[in-house]
Nanobody, 115 residues
Framework: QVQLVESGGGLVQAGGSLRLSCVAS????????MGWFRQAPGRERKFVAA????????YSGDSEKDRFTISRDNAKNTVYLQMNSLRPEDTAVYYC????????WGQGTQVTVSS
């Protein structure tokens, strides 16, 4: 069982940056791939980025790959999402997920980008 708690969301102006964190509990954290998803009001949940258990490989969505970076620190049971050059369309609730089938989810953290 893995429990995930996100933090780091907030209000930022367009062009600004935020770093989201997701702390996991559970001894198997460092064996799972981790990912970030987001959901804007009235929209479906969308993949943002993912990283392998070792951190050796990462993947990002097309609209995020040049601006967002996912990383992890297994010693701290934490995965991060560094978001730069934020746009109003990045406004959403951001969720952390874990597992090979994304079986585990956090409660989400709100990111609001003002124009």
């Amino acid at each position: 069982q893995v429990q995930l708690v996100e933090s780091g969301g907030g209000l930022v102006q367009a062009g600004g940056s935020l770093r989201l964190s997701c702390v996991a509990s559970g001894r198997t954290f460092n064996t799972y791939p981790m990912g970030w998803f987001r959901q804007a009001p009235g929209r479906e949940r969308k993949f943002v980025a993912a990283i392998t258990w070792s951190g050796s490989s990462s993947y990002s969505g097309d609209s995020e790959k040049d601006r967002f970076t996912i990383s992890r620190d297994n010693a701290k049971n934490t995965v991060y999402l560094q978001m730069n050059s934020l746009r109003p369309e990045d406004t959403a609730v951001y969720y952390c997920a874990a597992g090979f089938t994304w079986a585990y989810w956090g409660q989400g953290t709100q990111v609001t980008v003002s124009s």
